[in-house]
């Protein structure tokens, strides 16, 4: 079976109901966590918002209810996907990335960060954000909290600022693989868990023998897809990708060359 697609996020999705696991979205996890297998499905919406809408209803068909966090970028700013999303139940909060836009201007980036967070507000009553790993930047979208307080935002919650993950465990599929920690940047948790998964049945594997972790955050992006050319475009893409920015990490030409192709694509 072909992994990242729908088909197989619903196998996951199936295992974890199977198991006892009850899903919460990102604020009623901070708000009233369950005390029981608790797992909260993430979703940033980096871009492809057609397929976050996918990913959407194969939960509600399901029963369950996920957080998306959308961008301002018009790559994941789609007012119908948002609007439809919101209409299934789902949580939707601000994929913010404002100090890095601002190119670490902190004044500028929490006008912007204000202002975008305003926006989202009249989909939904957004109560939690997250930042964007923005990996060309050398500014951590996080730092914007330094000086600053959620709770002035009316904000209740931030993935990486509000969870223990010491005593949540964290998976993220980030690099288009679930062991792709090693092309991540800022998509990075400190964790006591010994566990590492390579493909989706092998998590699958994992919850039905019953040594899969009691609560847990789930992060899949938008990359899911049951399209065959989508699916060997992204795979074909991210390989490419990741290798790009492994060796631009100790090469400046081969990063001036990444952040260029990088800044063309959300300007497209």
């Given amino acids: 079976m072909r992994d990242f697609t ?33 797992v909260v499905m993430r979703h940033d919406v980096d871009e492809l918002a057609w397929n976050a809408l996918a990913i959407a209803h194969v939960e509600k068909a399901l029963g369950i209810k996920a957080t998306y966090f959308f961008r301002i970028v018009k790559q994941s700013n789609v007012p119908e996907v948002i609007k439809e999303i919101v209409e299934m139940g789902h949580e939707v909060g601000y994929h913010y990335e404002d100090l890095a836009s601002a190119k670490g201007d902190e004044v500028m980036a929490m006008e912007t ?11 939904f009553p957004v109560r939690s954000v997250c930042m964007h ?4 930047s050398q500014y951590d979208n ?8 959620l709770a002035d935002f009316g904000l209740i919650g931030e993935p990486y600022l509000s969870i223990d993950f010491n005593q ?18 800022r998509d990075i948790v400190e964790s006591p868990f010994q566990l590492a998964f ?13 040594t899969f972790p009691e609560k847990a955050m789930i992060l899949a992006h938008t990359l899911w ?9 992204l795979h074909t893409r991210e390989y490419l990708r990741n290798r790009l920015k492994l060796l631009a990490r100790d090469n400046k030409i081969v990063a001036n060359i990444y952040n260029r192709l990088v800044a063309a694509y959300w300007k497209s």
């Fill in 6 to 38: 729908l088909k197989a996020y619903k196998t996951l999705l199936l295992a974890l109901q199977q198991s006892g696991y009850q899903f919460q979205t990102f604020e009623e996890f901070i708000t009233t966590p369950h005390e029981g297998k608790t």
């Fill in 113 to 123: 960060f204000r202002s975008n967070l305003s926006y989202f507000r009249t989909y």
């Fill in 133 to 136: 790993g923005s990996s060309t």
């Fill in 142 to 149: 996080r730092l914007l909290w330094k000086n600053h307080s």
């Fill in 168 to 185: 949540i465990y964290y998976l993220t599929d980030t690099g288009y693989a679930w062991d792709g920690g090693r092309f991540a940047t």
């Fill in 198 to 210: 390579h493909s989706t049945p092998e998590i699958v594997e994992s919850i039905n023998a019953g």
């Fill in 225 to 233: 897809t049951d399209s065959l050319t989508q699916w060997y475009w």
